[in-house]
Nanobody, 115 residues
Framework: QVQFVESGGGLVQPGGSLRLSCVAF????????MAWFRQASGKEREEVAS????????DYADSVKGRFTISRDNTKNTVSLQMNSLKPDDTAVYYC????????WGQGTQVTVSS
């Protein structure tokens, strides 16, 4: 059964950094483009970044371009999100999922950017 377990969130001051990780289960991870999404309170879930199956093609939302970096380790079924220069607007619950099959979601990990 497809499952995602996200971790690494927390409370950080503006300008700080966090690294999120997501472990995937139940499918052939190396065959799928993966993505990170986020949902702020009262807003719809939005795509933040995605990475192809080989890890050599990435795409980012304009709001995070130049600050966030997505990566993956196919040997560990893991996709990560390095977040630098965090802003209060980055506050949200962050989720990972398969880019083309957004049918299963984990519990997410809360990121709060506040002084």
């Amino acid at each position: 059964q497809v499952q995602f377990v996200e971790s690494g969130g927390g409370l950080v001051q503006p300008g700080g950094s966090l690294r999120l990780s997501c472990v995937a289960f139940g499918f052939t991870f190396s065959n799928h483009r993966m993505a990170w999404f986020r949902q702020a309170s009262g807003k719809e879930r939005e795509e933040v970044a995605s990475i192809n199956s080989e890890g050599d093609d990435t795409d980012y939302a304009d709001s995070v371009k130049g600050r966030f970096t997505i990566s993956r380790d196919n040997t560990k079924n893991t996709v990560s999100l390095q977040m630098n220069s965090l802003k209060p607007d980055d506050t949200a619950v962050y989720y990972c999922s398969r880019y083309y099959y957004r049918d299963v979601w984990g519990q997410g990990t809360q990121v709060t950017v506040s002084s």
